[in-house]
């Protein structure tokens, strides 16, 4: 196969792409310049002819590989190409033992915008404004918490709301102990209680009883909890590798845990929307599947990956300038000639949906456009 010149692939900036996908039970390949799925389940019993779906590689941040999946090497040229990341996980998208990391491959590229890092390196080394950063980020996540939870009518009709007394109370707590920290420990802890405290709420809201967050725990307010999570930190892995920064150089979760930044940059997200959907989908009883097309669908709304670049962005340069890449910084990742967003599986070969409950459970495609919005799973 010819490789293809990041222009062929007329990409879509990160920011802006619209999918993220989760693959079980099935084989990803290159066939005639496209990235394709194939599963044992699709495959006609009668004619013996295989059917291929595509993956929209253009239009899709990052692919997630989970029980019983295997990848060419053709395929994962062509993801690199187009600035997918790919990541191998356990069943349901956490890892298969919750003592290891999922691993993230990011495209290998010499071409990567450099403005980021140096900014980010700047202050790095500075305890003092390494402190600055990470108050920065803990006054965005809040800010958009109260963004989300106003803005969202879903959020509010299962009753999430800012009016409660005890939440006024640990949101005014928060903002004060953020603003006096003198260390990332105070920060953590600080983090820690307003977490507490949203758990708290979101269990009472629910109806959820004896909640205690246990990452190994096989309930399913935790389950959606640690599958959202990972979810997160698939957009926060994209925001970092498209940025050029690499994921060690943490301001908050300590600067010798290896992919420590992913987890300050998803934290951003995760309580404004992975929390209180991981509680209303337990509720109701939700499937794994239904729990994250409801997330995907919310990190679609509300622009998450898009409030990702912005904040990092503001931090790596100081708030001095707030732009997307141009073919002037970075010529590999352009708007100009992009297709329309591709936002569904093309079925290749005049293949049949999925139907039968065997299919679905063989393979799980996440694809924004058609996740349905609301709290009714």
């Known amino acids: 196969m010819k490789d293809l010149a990041p222009s062929d692939l007329k990409t879509i900036l990160h920011s802006k792409r619209a999918n993220l996908y989760y693959l079980e039970y099935c084989r990803v390949m290159q066939k005639d310049g496209r990235v394709l799925y194939l599963t044992e389940s699709l495959s006609s019993q009668k004619t013996g002819e295989n059917q291929y779906f595509n993956i929209p590689i253009a239009n899709t941040t990052v692919l ?24 191998f996980a356990g069943g349901g998208g956490t890892p298969l033992y919750m003592a290891n990391d ?66 006024v109370t640990a949101i005014g707590r928060f903002e004060s102990r953020t603003q006096a920290a003198s260390k990332s420990s105070e920060l953590l802890l600080t983090e820690a209680q307003l977490t507490k405290t949203l758990y708290k709420f979101a269990a009472n809201n629910t109806g959820t009883t004896d909640f205690s967050r246990q990452h190994q725990s096989t309930d399913k307010a935790n389950d959606f909890l640690n599958h959202g999570n990972y979810l997160a930190y698939g957009l926060a892995a994209c925001t970092l590798w498209v940025l050029g920064i690499p994921h060690g150089f943490a301001v908050m979760h300590g600067k010798t845990r290896r992919g420590a930044l992913v987890f300050d940059i998803a934290d951003l997200i995760k309580d404004a929307i992975v929390l209180p959907w991981a509680f209303i989908c337990a509720k109701e009883n939700a499937t794994e599947q239904e729990f994250r097309q409801q997330v995907l669908q919310k990190f679609t709304d509300h622009k998450a990956l898009d409030f990702m670049f912005d904040q990092v962005k503001q931090v790596a340069l100081h708030g001095k300038t707030e732009r997307d890449f141009s073919p002037e910084t970075d010529s590999t990742f352009t708007l100009e000639n992009s297709p329309e967003p591709e936002n569904s599986l093309e079925p290749i070969n005049n293949a049949e949906p999925i139907n039968s409950p065997e299919s679905v459970k063989s393979t799980e495609i996440i694809n924004k456009s058609e996740l349905k919005k609301g709290p009714s799973l």
């Open 102 to 167: 999922i691993e993230w491959m990011t495209p290998q590229s010499e071409y990567r915008p450099t403005e980021y890092i140096q900014g980010w390196m700047s202050f790095w080394f500075d305890d003092e404004k390494r402190l600055q950063a990470a108050k920065q980020f803990q006054v965005a996540r809040l800010g958009y918490l109260k963004q989300i939870w106003v803005k969202d009518k879903d959020l509010r009709g299962e009753g999430f709301t800012l009016d409660d007394a005890a939440m």
């Open 64 to 87: 997630m590989l989970g029980n019983g999946t295997s990848i060419t090497q053709a395929a994962v040229r062509m993801l690199a190409q187009a600035g997918v990341l790919l990541g």
